[in-house]
């Protein structure tokens, strides 16, 4: 099946420092991934759209100036969350749509666990 | 915008009983899926639901889409230990960009055994 991963999965960092994640599709080409944060025992809120070769789409409430969004080849995302401070602390998770079937299903990374001191 | 709602936020039973949570959307739904999330893990897709009225099964696990494709409901029969975990509802308006999804809030089971 689909694998995504994520690197790191765990990070702590002192406040207004940057922190890059990356979210890698192993086995299949993703034009399109997807950024989400959840917080403690809490729902998954989007938070952009990433797509290869063009600006990542962001939702609403969510500064594009703080959390960067590059997606540069057909296997990779990355987000970086720019001048971190501790409100950002928070499981960031990416997930790129299935390529069989419903492109709305989605195949999860491990996650990343930001926190920011 | 689009809302999902998800209940119950909580539930605690005893292994062997049975559960059920269940979603409600604000809007009509193109599909909904069902993932689950163990403990300090990511969520893992369980099924899609497109069809109005449809109505999937995986082993325990029985999985429903509402006539007015709105809501939907995820029963689990005699529960197990390893059921545990937190389960969402996601769906997607319609009209909306292919997997741009909403989630529900999750409902979080834990199982006594």
């Known amino acids: 099946g689909a694998v995504v991963s994520q690197h790191p999965s765990w990070v702590i960092c002192k406040s207004g420092t940057s922190v890059k994640i990356e979210c890698r599709s192993l086995d299949f080409q993703a034009t399109t991934m997807f950024w989400y944060r959840q917080f403690p025992k809490q729902s998954l809120m989007l938070m952009a759209t990433?797509?290869?070769?063009?600006?990542?789409?962001?939702e609403q409430g969510v500064e594009k100036d703080k959390f960067l969004i590059n997606h540069a080849s057909l296997t990779l995302s990355t987000l970086t969350v720019t001048s971190a401070h501790p409100e950002d602390s928070s499981f960031y998770i990416c997930?790129?749509?299935?390529?069989?079937?419903?492109?709305?299903?989605?195949?999860f990374g491990p996650g990343t666990r930001l926190t920011v001191l | 915008g689009q809302q999902v709602m998800q209940i119950p936020q909580y539930q605690h039973v005893q292994e062997g009983e049975d559960f059920t949570t269940y979603c409600n959307s604000s809007?009509?739904?193109?599909?909904i899926q069902w993932y689950k999330q163990r403990p300090g893990g990511h969520p893992v897709f369980l099924i899609q639901?497109?069809?109005?009225?449809e109505v999937k099964k995986q082993k325990r696990l029985t999985f429903q889409f509402g006539e007015a494709k709105k809501n939907s409901s995820l029963h689990i029969t005699a529960t197990q230990t390893t059921d545990v975990g937190t389960y969402f509802c996601a769906g997607r308006a319609s009209g909306t960009s292919y997997g741009k999804l909403t989630f529900g809030q999750g409902t979080i089971l834990t199982v006594h055994p």
């Open positions: 990433s797509n290869e070769g063009s600006k990542a789409t962001y």
């Open positions: 997930s790129a749509p299935s390529v069989s079937g419903s492109t709305d299903t989605q195949y």
């Open positions: 809007t009509t739904l193109s599909n």
């Open positions: 639901l497109v069809k109005s009225g």
